[in-house]
């Protein structure tokens, strides 16, 4: 089946696409569909220096809605087209810009629902085919962490929790005193939405008081965590790290919302790491070996990869089908994912 003739954001038609998912179609790049193309018209009022916060508020609003109808539009099994995710990556890019450059409020409940939309398990088909032409989910894993310091910097004052819970996305951003013995993420396990429920997995992140200490000085800490439900098969697979080719569990993010973009903290965590806790039910019979890896951005094989650098698997125990591993990760900003390695990785 064919669709009617897709316009491009120039305003030309391109050639018919397809509404199958067969990303094989030649000319499926260059389809992007009417609603996002409108927003990126309507995006060019950014580069206004007088209108360009409210118009980052009102195109945040903008590309939630577009996103929303296009998913709807295409239906519940079919992915939106790749141009269409490139081009949302690109707009939240610019809007990013502008709540950094202004230190003002970030829009978060329409951005949310952006990055929610964008996660959708349907768009794997396209998050595949856009990783062909060049980055594109590791677009908007740089999106996102930009997104959660802005977050924790600009909307968590003084005390509270702020957590934004989506179907493929949960942002928790939380002030943490900084001389607490330590820092666990989520406070309360109802956090993780529907994540736990549908996935029997809960996890928990711990922060030591000597990293706290370090990473700053002040009496207060802005700190975000981001948990991705999909993301993790939307990344191209490294297969020397995962031989099978697939990953099994959540893709978090934790990073401190005081730290500058360019900023590195990793060196911080070398002597005192982040230590993660999983829990999760077998996924067969034979149960499964499993390591923690990190995504490492820095890898020039598809601008990004799987890396087991500085993670170590501590201790991992099974009871009654429920399997709780932890592990101490050195990585702060990068996206730590425990995953299923059966029959190749031992650890």
Same mark, same amino acid.
């Given at each position: ?98 709540? %950094? !450059? ?6 978060? *409940? $329409?951005? /949310?629902?952006?990055? =929610?939309?964008?996660? #959708? ?87 030591? %008081? !000597? ?6 000085? *002040? $009496?207060? /800490?802005?700190?975000? =965590?981001?948990?991705? #439900? ?118």
């Amino acid at each position: 089946m064919r669709s009617q003739t897709a316009r491009h954001a120039t305003g030309n038609a391109t050639r018919e696409c397809s509404l199958t998912g067969s990303w094989g179609v030649a000319n499926v790049m260059s389809c992007l569909s009417e609603e996002i193309a409108l927003v990126q018209e309507e995006a060019k009022c950014l580069e206004d220096a007088e209108e360009r916060i409210q118009c980052a508020v009102n195109i945040s609003v903008q590309l939630a809605e577009a996103s929303l109808a296009v998913s709807t539009k295409r239906g519940p099994n079919t992915s939106i087209y790749p141009l269409d995710l490139q081009t949302i990556n690109g707009i939240v890019s610019r809007v990013l810009n502008v709540f %950094e !450059d202004e230190r003002r409020e970030v829009s978060s *409940e $329409a951005l /949310v629902d952006v990055f =929610n939309n964008s996660l #959708r398990e349907a768009n794997q088909a396209g998050w595949t085919q856009l990783q062909t032409a060049g980055s594109g989910s590791q677009a908007l894993l740089k999106n996102a962490e930009r997104f959660g310091r802005i977050l924790a910097t600009s909307t968590v004052n003084g005390n509270g929790t702020l957590v934004l819970s989506r179907q493929n996305i949960v942002v928790a951003a939380e002030v943490v005193k900084g001389r607490v013995s330590n820092f666990s993420f989520p406070a309360q396990p109802d956090q993780l939405g529907n994540f736990s429920r549908d996935n029997n997995e809960t996890v928990s992140v711990s922060i030591p %008081e !000597d990293s706290l200490k370090r990473l700053t000085k *002040e $009496a207060e /800490v802005y700190l975000v =965590n981001t948990i991705f #439900r999909n993301i993790k098969d939307f990344l191209p697979i490294n297969t020397s790290v995962l031989s099978n080719g697939k990953t099994e569990s959540l893709v978090i993010s934790t990073q401190f919302g005081a730290l500058d973009q360019e900023d590195s903290p990793n060196d911080t965590f070398k002597d005192s790491p982040i230590t993660f806790n999983f829990s999760f039910r077998a996924s067969s019979d034979t149960g499964s070996k499993y390591a923690g890896v990190f995504w490492d951005f820095s890898n020039p094989v598809n601008k990004g990869g799987w890396s087991l650098e500085g993670i170590q698997v501590i201790s991992s125990v099974t009871r009654d089908n429920v399997t709780t591993v932890v592990f101490n990760s050195t990585h702060l900003t990068s996206f730590a994912v425990l995953v299923d390695v059966a029959g190749g990785l031992e650890v």
